[in-house]
């Protein structure tokens, strides 16, 4: 008797649904649909009414289920290798691709990631997912997959993408450094990342300051204290180079104006005052005034520079950069004496596109566009022979 009453009410709820399960297998293609599209706005409610609640665990301190764990690890390995799977490397033994790779892994990894003789921060171990000490996870990836995940990041993790996403020569270079990274002693990690006299640790991910000491501690990892650029051509020589370009180039890179995910880090969020210190410090380094025996530069590319191209449109480089007798405007780089690869480099980047500036960089992607590589090669080779400490130069006011 006392189940009356409920009975009469489970009768009355189901009454809409009643023959369901027949209409469901027997009904128009229309009902069908409609059913589909109901249960689906249900189920996407009842999750959001999940969420709304409040009941969803989003507290890194409680970490992942083994089961979310592995689900999220497997999503993303299959990600990142069937998205790498079309990209095929460049050589990566060359040692400069090295060392600019380790340059920055110390700015913008190593906190992280860890390094060789370099725990992890205690703070990024309490993310989730924390970012593993990688030198041992290396081995696991191939290199078009480090590329991928340096290049673009890892999405509801804190692996962050390139700051530069132009610059994928910048990105090969930290793969080339990485692909060394597993079985590096400490010693030598510190030589390549923090510079032959190295402090014992970098603090990056900091709030950049402004202390001229620090800044140019930081400078000198890559481009040496005195401002040659450490030898193979990854890091540009900066000594003696005119005041007004140098300043031109970190305002560039501080206001975006030209990509480096290497450098702009460095320089963004430095007042204008620091980057004026800097501009003229390393515009008073000395040049050094001996040099071993420069290789004899190639005829083809001398060639070139003074003459450029008529038929194609490309001018003569020497106008703007010498050797010549005349004054030069001082916001036009010295490129004599400029490591070759550098420069090589640097006129790629103005030929594709990727290479901003100050106001005058435009004079150069006209100069660069119709370039191709062997004339590229040549000019390079041909600069890179020439004394860095140009004859026509102390005459000119800086
Ligand atoms: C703010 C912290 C952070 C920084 C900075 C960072 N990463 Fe990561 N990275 C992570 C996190 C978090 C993951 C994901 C870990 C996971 O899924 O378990 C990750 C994953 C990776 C992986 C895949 C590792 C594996 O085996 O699962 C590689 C490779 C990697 N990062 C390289 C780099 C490099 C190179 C840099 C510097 C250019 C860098 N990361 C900068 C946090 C960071
Ligand atoms: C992690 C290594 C690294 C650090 C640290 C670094 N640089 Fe650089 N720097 C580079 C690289 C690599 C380039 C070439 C970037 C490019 O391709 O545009 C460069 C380019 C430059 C240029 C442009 C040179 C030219 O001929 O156009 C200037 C100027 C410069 N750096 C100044 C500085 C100053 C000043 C500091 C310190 C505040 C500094 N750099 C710190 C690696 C570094
Ligand atoms: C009309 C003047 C002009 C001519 C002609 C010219 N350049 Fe330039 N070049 C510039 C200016 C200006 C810059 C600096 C751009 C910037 O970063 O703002 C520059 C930059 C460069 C750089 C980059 C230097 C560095 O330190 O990053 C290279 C390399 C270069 N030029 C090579 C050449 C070559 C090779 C030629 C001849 C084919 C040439 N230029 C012709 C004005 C000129």
Redesign the pocket.
Same mark, same amino acid.
């Given at each position: 008797m006392s189940h009356r009453p409920a009975e009469a009410l489970y009768r009355l709820l189901m009454r809409p649904f009643a023959g369901l399960g027949q209409r469901l297998r027997h009904g128009s293609w229309r009902f069908r649909l409609a059913a589909a599209a109901l249960t689906l706005v249900l189920l996407s409610g009842t999750g959001l009414l999940f969420a709304w609640s409040g009941l969803v665990p989003v507290a890194a301190s409680s970490g992942h289920w083994p089961l979310t764990d592995w689900l999220?690890?497997f999503t993303?390995r299959s990600s990142v290798r069937t998205q790498s799977a079309s990209i095929t490397p460049p050589p990566l033994d060359d040692p400069s691709l090295v060392l600019k790779g380790a340059g920055?892994?110390a700015t $913008?990894?190593a906190?992280?990631?860890g390094a060789p003789g370099q725990e992890r921060s205690l703070i990024?171990e309490r993310?989730t997912?924390?970012?593993?000490f990688?030198p041992p996870?290396?081995a696991?990836?191939g290199p078009e997959e480090?590329f991928w995940?340096?290049k673009n $990041?890892?999405k509801f993790?804190?692996?962050?993408a390139?700051p530069a996403l132009g610059r994928e020569d910048e990105v090969w270079a930290?793969v080339a450094f990485?692909e060394q990274l597993p079985g590096m002693s400490p010693q030598r990690y510190r030589e390549l990342a923090l510079g032959p006299g190295a402090a014992a640790t970098v603090p990056r991910?900091q709030a950049p300051t402004d202390a001229p000491d620090a800044l140019l501690a930081d400078c000198a990892r890559c481009h040496g204290d005195d401002g040659l650029g450490r030898g193979l051509g990854a890091y540009p020589k900066l000594a003696g180079q005119r005041e007004a370009y140098l300043l031109a180039s970190l305002r560039a890179y501080a206001s975006g104006t030209r990509q480096s995910g290497i450098m702009q880090p460095i320089v963004a969020g430095l007042d204008d005052q620091a980057l004026q210190a800097l501009a003229r410090h390393y515009a008073g380094l000395p040049a050094p005034a001996t040099q071993e025996a420069p290789p004899a530069p190639p005829a083809q590319g001398e060639a070139l520079a003074r003459q450029g191209l008529p038929e194609r449109g490309v001018p003569g480089c020497v106008h703007c950069h010498g050797p010549t007798s005349t004054p030069r405007n001082r916001q036009y780089p010295e490129i004599a004496g400029q490591y070759p690869g550098y420069l090589a480099l640097q006129l790629q980047l103005f030929r594709d596109g990727l290479r901003g500036g100050s106001e005058y960089a435009h004079v150069m992607h006209s100069a660069a566009r119709r370039l191709d590589d062997e004339q590229i090669e040549q000019l390079a080779r041909y600069y890179g022979a020439q004394p860095w400490s140009s004859r026509d130069r102390p005459a000119e006011p800086r």
């Open positions: 999220l690890h993303m920055h892994y $913008g990894c906190f992280c990631h990024v993310m997912p924390a970012p593993p990688l996870r290396i696991e990836w480090l995940i340096v $990041g890892i993790t804190a692996m962050p390139w930290l990485l991910l």
